[in-house]
């Protein structure tokens, strides 16, 4: 296990709703990369955190939001939720930012959108 | 643009025998590599990466990986398949510069028959 802890573990929310998920990061990691995975698809970078400031971002639309915490851990937000948000979400922590860090995930939160 | 592609969807190896997940990429600059492995219902372990140097790679539980930087290829191996080895392998690829965003292949589904 990589001590990256993710909750909810399953979540069920209808159109329009808001969402909240939320990331632990590993001990010693400063830096939270979130990233869709939607079903038979390979994970797709969302945004990344880097003390507490957005430090790079995909092609999601503004209504997919964050934050990080002092401490580093960090939470995803979104708003106005679509049929097409229903995905696995990933969080992934890393020492840095550097192009050599590796990121190590944690288990997921499966969102379904009704 | 950076992509990665894994050509076979699907792989299916003979415990005991030797197995290959092929993995290709594309980028302007110096690709860092990575291969991680995903268990139903879970999230993303980290199995190596490429960064410099020899091009052949070893990582977690026996595998290895091979870069070769005229056929941008960075193919997984294990020379002796395990039935527990069977899960969905992911190729991803960083550019130099892009310290956040990894972007992944669709996967591979490993299949391992005893």
């Known amino acids: 296990e990589t001590g990256v802890t993710q909750s909810p573990t399953h979540l069920i929310k209808t159109r329009g709703q808001q969402v909240t998920l939320r990331c632990s990061s590993q001990s010693g990691h400063n830096t939270v990369s979130w990233y869709q995975q939607a079903l038979g698809q390979g994970p797709q970078f969302i945004f990344q955190y880097y003390r507490e400031e957005e430090n790079g971002r995909g092609n999601f639309p503004p209504r997919f939001s964050g934050l990080q915490f002092p401490n580093y851990s960090s939470e995803l937000n979104v708003n106005a939720l679509e049929l097409d948000d229903s995905a696995l979400y990933l969080c992934a922590s890393s020492p840095g930012t550097k192009d050599t860090d590796t990121q190590y995930f944690g288990p997921g939160t499966r969102l379904t959108v009704l | 643009a950076q992509s990665v592609a894994q050509p076979e969807d699907q792989v299916n190896v003979a415990e005991g025998n030797p197995l290959t997940v092929k993995c290709t990429y594309s980028?302007?600059?110096?690709?860092?590599l990575f291969w991680y492995v995903q268990y139903p219902n879970r999230g993303l372990q980290f199995l190596l990466k490429?960064?410099?140097?020899?091009?052949l790679v070893k990582g977690s539980y026996g595998f290895e990986a091979e870069f070769n930087k005229s056929q941008t290829s960075f193919h997984l191996k294990k020379p002796s398949a395990l039935v527990s080895d069977s899960a969905l392998y992911f190729c991803a690829v960083r550019e130099m510069g892009q310290g956040g965003k990894l972007i992944f292949g669709q996967g591979t589904e490993l299949s391992v028959k005893p």
């Open positions: 980028v302007s600059g110096n690709p860092y």
């Open positions: 490429y960064i410099t140097g020899d091009n």
